[in-house]
């Protein structure tokens, strides 16, 4: 089963920047589209098909202000992080009175951009009440509420776990790297830290939804790089 990816817009009206976001975030797995500024922005915006908005202060014919403020007072929520300038504390500060809910500061360093989409992502699932369900080999899971069950056992994930099913199963085919975990499901910006705390997790998470050897793997190790989908 393919998991729907989750969309971003990026509201960015600088070329090189816009399509290096939209590359970086296509190569995490995301969809993603671009508009070059804030009136046709938040337009797009509005038709609810996104999952997240990354948007630059300034902008052509609608400033990023502008945009988020219009969007929340219609009462669109959509998760927003905001592009701002060095040093411009006041629009930090202004961007989040209006309604976003995050931003990086330029120049940025996309580990750390990443870490903030991830993020803001899981709460935005959290908020919903995302009720995930699927069944492998005679495993039922609700990653809505974060339980595994065969038979007459129900087994309890932590949040943590089941963003790892999640995202594993958002990249399905491909194998996800112990810093791409540290990045998507940890939240850490950087790859500075003991990636023995991902295979540690990891084998936690396999000892409770794996049982029988003899049976195909839900989360397959790929020796030397990572992990991969294998339900």
């Known amino acids: 089963m393919t998991v729907e990816k989750p969309r971003v817009l990026i509201v960015e009206d ?12 296509t190569f995490q797995g ?8 804030g009136l046709v922005g938040e ?3 509005r038709k609810g098909e996104f999952d997240l908005l990354i948007l630059d202060v300034m902008l052509p014919e609608r400033s990023g202000f502008e945009v988020i403020k219009q969007l929340r007072k219609e009462g669109n929520k959509i998760p927003t ?29 996309l580990p750390e951009l990443m870490a903030r989409v991830g993020a803001q992502l899981r709460r935005a699932r959290m908020a919903r009440g ?27 994930l932590t949040p943590r776990e089941g963003e790892i099913l999640r995202h594993l199963r958002s990249r399905e085919g491909n194998v996800v790297t112990r810093d791409e975990f540290l990045l998507d499901v940890w939240g850490y910006p950087t790859a500075n830290v003991e990636t023995r705390t991902v295979d540690n997790t990891l084998a936690a998470l396999r000892k409770k939804v794996e049982r029988d050897p003899a049976r195909p793997a839900i989360i397959v190790t790929v020796r030397g790089k990572g992990y991969r989908w294998g339900g």
Do not use: S, W
């Open 81 to 109: 992080i905001m592009l701002t300038a060095k040093g411009a504390d006041e629009d930090k500060v202004r961007g989040l009175k209006m309604g976003a809910d995050d931003y990086v500061t330029k120049p940025f360093g």
């Open 30 to 37: 995301y969809e993603c589209e671009i508009a070059a500024d």
């Open 43 to 45: 337009e797009r915006a």
């Open 14 to 25: 600088e070329p090189t920047l816009a399509e290096g976001l939209m590359e970086a975030l």
């Open 130 to 156: 995302d009720g995930e369900t699927f069944e492998i080999d005679g495993m039922h899971f609700d990653l809505g509420r974060l339980q595994a069950k065969r038979e007459a056992e129900t087994i309890n």
